[in-house]
């Protein structure tokens, strides 16, 4: 049996000054509600770190041990459990899990990590936390009964300063250092020729709809948690996150929730399917109303629905499926997005795990159907995403779960020397990117969104157009 947890109270502090006060280095997960919220909660978590991956087997003997220990429900231990990333690969290794028809495996060496990638799996055991109510203003301090963290801690909080401060560079030495170097994984001729490919597959019948993803490498070392304190204030978002699990850090604005479940058996997902990018004045307006009125963006959002509606009906009670909003426009920082939301109640004996293995990967980063775009993007793509469309967020073990989309998102990993059988890996961060393509897409036309996806993240670590313009593909 789990010792008790003991909660206390400790004085408001802003989430990301504590953060560099206690988490400066060393594994955290951190759920952001954004600067200066005047609402939601920020959540905070620490935890002995696991990670495996697909081809070891050693994602699936973590993904084993989480299930086991998610059945043991425990009421009122918000936000223990555990939190971290769970990358395509993984998602990919469910997919040859629930297969029982012998299809082509869809985990394969284009899906799953590599030497020196970031491992398929990689999660905190979360057993001390701190829960930030923006609200409320307060602070509350989540344990194990026994843990002398929670002492340790008040007698530090006045050490905490009362605000953040300003983020300086992403750049580990910025001062006098040359501009970062940057490849992306396709030149823009390769990348137009995919999207080709992907429209061919459509009209031949292999698939409805595919998301043709590409990645941009930032050479260099990175600061990963200014990084994230830059992007915060850059790119608001309803799902920003920071997660350091070893030598690796997801730097996280994603506006997109792969699936919420409640502990009462509510479970939503929120698939974007959709971009157009924000104007000024009348020209704002302007383009929401092209996206929303778009026949292609509206069928291609109308498609995944259908794929998630098809996902959470294996998991949901007989008649509760439902989409509760459907091709509404989110507007954000920089891009306005086509969002809908299916919403259903957990069946008989189901749990969180379950609505996981049901969904993931999430048909917004595949297509449909899901399977055979896998296996065609994986054919496409020629490279593992990584933690980029997997995953991001918290099982808890009171039943709940809360997991975004590891999209507009960053990757910041060190350097390492080769040695003891593993490639040297610079350091760096990468970007990944990607959009969804029809038979009616115009590739040059999804060509361009990819680039405007990536500008403001390829912003925050010091990669800019001159003319401010998005950075094109090279």
Not at 48 to 57: Q, Y
Not at 61 to 71: F, M, N, P, Q, S
Not at 195 to 203: L, N
């Amino acid at each position: 049996m789990r010792p008790a947890v003991v909660r206390s109270s400790l004085p408001w502090r802003d989430p990301e000054a504590v953060v560099r006060h206690l988490a400066a280095t060393g594994d955290v997960v951190w759920r952001d509600a954004g600067v200066d919220a005047v609402r939601g909660r920020s959540v905070v978590g620490w935890g002995p770190a696991r990670t495996g991956d697909v081809r070891d087997g050693g994602a699936d003997r973590l993904w084993h041990e989480v299930r086991d220990d998610l059945a043991d429900v425990e009421p009122d231990s918000h936000p223990l459990g555990w939190a971290g990333w769970l990358g395509y690969g993984f998602g990919c290794r469910l997919l040859d899990r629930d297969d029982t028809e012998g299809h082509r495996p869809a985990a394969t060496a284009s899906t799953v990590a590599a030497d020196g990638d970031p491992a398929d799996l990689a999660l905190l055991d979360v057993d001390r936390a701190l829960v930030f109510d923006h609200a409320a203003r307060s602070v509350e301090v989540v344990a194990r009964a026994g843990d002398p963290w929670p002492l340790s801690v008040a007698e530090t909080w006045a050490d905490v300063p009362p605000v953040p401060p300003v983020p300086g560079s992403t750049r580990a030495s910025s001062v006098g250092s040359a501009p970062p170097s940057v490849r992306w994984r396709h030149r823009p001729d390769e990348y137009l020729d995919l999207i080709e490919g992907c429209r061919r597959a459509i009209a031949d019948g292999e698939a409805y709809q595919l998301c043709l993803t590409t990645a941009v490498d930032v050479d260099g070392p990175v600061d990963a948690l200014e990084t994230f304190a830059r992007l915060r204030r850059s790119s608001p978002a309803p799902h920003a996150s920071f997660v350091r699990i070893g030598g690796v850090a997801v730097v996280g604005a994603s506006p997109e929730s792969f699936v919420e479940v409640t502990t009462d058996g509510r479970v939503s997902s929120s698939p974007i399917k959709g971009t157009r990018r924000r104007g000024s004045g009348a020209d704002d307006t302007v383009l929401a109303r092209e996206l929303v009125e778009s026949d292609k963006e509206r069928a291609e959002n109308v498609m995944i629905v259908d794929l998630v509606r098809n996902d959470l009906a294996r998991v949901a009670r007989l008649g509760t499926v439902e989409v509760s909003e459907l091709l509404a426009v989110h507007s954000y920082e920089h891009v306005h997005q086509l969002v809908s939301t299916v919403r259903a109640r957990l069946g008989a004996g189901r749990t969180a795990a379950d609505v996981v293995e049901a969904a993931f990967p999430a048909g917004s980063m595949t297509g449909a159907p899901k399977r055979r775009a896998v296996e065609l993007l994986a054919d496409l793509e020629g490279a593992p995403r990584g933690v980029y469309s997997g995953a991001t967020g918290w099982l808890g073990r009171d039943g709940s779960a809360s997991l975004a989309m590891t999209i507009r998102s960053i990757v910041v990993h060190g350097g390492r020397a080769a040695g003891a059988g593993r490639p040297a890996r610079p350091a760096g961060a990468r970007v990944g990117v990607g959009g969804g393509i029809t038979i009616s897409s115009v590739p040059v036309d999804e060509r361009d969104e990819v680039e405007l996806k990536a500008a403001a993240l390829l912003a925050v670590l010091g990669v800019r157009a001159a003319d401010g313009a998005p950075v094109r593909m090279s």
